[in-house]
């Protein structure tokens, strides 16, 4: 994904910033907001920004990306 699009996307729900998760640290590719505790998935190099596609984030887990 590029990084320009990456710049410009934001959360389409609290309009806030966006991370960018990938493998290896990470098991699938999205786009992550800390705020709502969503992650929106990435489809073939396409953000799929729509509230009941994301997944909601387990507030009790740590990040992949801290290690243990």
Do not use: Y
Not at 15 to 35: D, F, I, N, T
Not at 38 to 51: N, Q, T, Y
């Amino acid at each position: 994904m590029e990084t320009r699009l990456l710049d410009l996307l934001v959360c389409p729900i609290c309009k806030g910033p966006l991370e960018h998760w990938r493998p290896p640290q990470h098991e699938s590719q999205e786009l992550v907001c800390r705020a709502d505790a969503l992650a929106f998935p990435v489809r073939d190099g396409i953000p799929v920004m729509l509230e009941n596609e994301a997944r909601s984030l387990d507030p009790n887990s740590p990040p992949a990306d801290v290690a243990a």
